[in-house]
């Protein structure tokens, strides 16, 4: 077992103490859930299935004493409740749905499933992700980890909330007109709302369409590359938005100096926008 603390791990890290056997999926899902309970006053998740969570790392663990190995294998992770999901409750945050139990798992909850990611459960968001506060849930209100008289942000809230306070290493999230980075931003996390189709919408209670797009949030840009190398991908058969590109490894280039800039000046070259207005 490793002496730091489970949920003072990131992505990375946990997935090499689960390869290396210092500690397991079984354990990492257990100790995580404990967790959340325990700090079920911030409103992050809205629903659990722990025999569903424990089958699934005991799945993952079966994998790892196989030999596979894998960037993901043996993670939990938690989903914005915007995704539909075989094993747990889908409500949006709305009361409309409460009960709702779908037939099967949105093409983003499916290929982390695939990457061998565990799923914790489920997590707060403004009623259909209409709402930049969380406080707009059917269900509860969220609460910023940092500050509980301030919002988290939202509509993905919850998972800002579930990341900073350490309740799971990574979630996933949804972003139409800045869901997963306004929150991301409030709660100090790390959130990408990735080009619209790169990730499948399939399976995502949609808000606005043509707009509406997953992505990852966890504690490092590091992370949020591996998820959304997990998540995305051309799913043209169930989405006709998706777009029609090659899978890319979006940590292939972690650790290399752009082009022109070396590490003794990381930024050479590099070019920011600024609004005239907020001057």
Known sequence: MTSKHIHEMGVA?????????Q??????????????????NLGAYLAFNEDA???????????????????????????KDIFVTRDFPTTAG??????????????????????GAVTLGKLNCDEFAMGGSNENSAFAVAHNP????????????????????RLAPAVTGTD????????????????????????????MVAFASSLDQAGPMARSAADCATLLTAMA?????????????PAED?????????????AAQPLKGLRIGLPKEFL
């Open 146 to 165: 940092w500050d509980t008289g301030r919002v988290p942000g939202g509509s993905s809230g919850g998972s800002a909330v579930a990341v900073a306070a």
């Open 94 to 115: 709305s009361k409309m749905l409460a009960g709702y139990q779908s037939p099967f798992d949105a093409t983003v909850v499916a290929k982390l499933a695939g990457a």
């Open 250 to 262: 979006y940590t292939a280039l972690l650790g290399k100096p752009r082009e022109g800039a070396s």
């Open 233 to 245: 991908g051309p799913d043209i058969d169930r989405d006709s938005t998706s777009l029609d590109r």
């Open 176 to 203: 139409t007109g800045g869901s997963i980075r306004q929150p991301a931003s409030f709660c100090n996390v790390t959130g990408i709302k990735p080009t619209y189709g790169r990730c499948s919408r399939y399976g």
């Open 13 to 21: 890290e946990l997935a090499a103490a689960i390869a290396d056997k």
């Open 53 to 79: 969570t424990l089958a699934q790392a005991r799945a993952a663990d079966a994998r790892v004493a196989a030999g596979e190995r894998g960037p993901l294998l043996g993670v939990p992770v938690a989903h």
């Open 23 to 40: 500690t397991s999926s079984v354990e990492a899902a257990q100790a995580l859930l404990a967790r959340a309970k325990q700090h079920g």
